[in-house]
Nanobody, 121 residues
């Protein structure tokens, strides 16, 4: 299981970014894919996840209405569209795979590398 996250960067408050998580070595249909983030000095937290087979989605309360998770089965890729970004969204964002959808980092067996998102004016 390999996951490659990309799309991070520096954006002003109120701006948008789209993160991508490309999977290789396995088919997304068999897994749930999640996005997690970790800010300096804080614990890693779940942001959003999607059950790729049926498209069920889950969001942390802090991002509901601003972030949208989607998948492209043909490209074996999951996206996280982040709108109305706030400085408190600044963190390293990780994509991850699990057998069952979860926003609890301790239950995640497979992690990709992170991509930095910085929201600042």
């Amino acid at each position: 299981v390999q996951l490659q996250a990309s799309g991070g960067g520096l954006v002003q408050p109120g701006g948008s970014l789209r993160l991508s998580c490309a999977a290789s070595g396995f088919t997304l249909d068999d897994y749930a894919i999640g996005w997690f983030r970790q800010a300096p000095g804080k614990e890693r937290e779940g942001v959003s996840c999607i059950t790729v087979s049926d498209g069920s989605t889950y969001y942390a309360d802090s991002v509901k209405g601003r972030f949208t998770i989607t998948r492209d089965n043909a490209k074996n890729t999951v996206y996280l569209q982040m709108n109305s970004l706030k400085p408190e969204d600044t963190a390293v964002y990780y994509c991850a795979a699990s057998a069952i959808a979860t926003l609890t980092p301790q239950y995640i067996p497979w992690w990709g590398q992170g991509t930095q998102v910085t929201v600042s004016s």
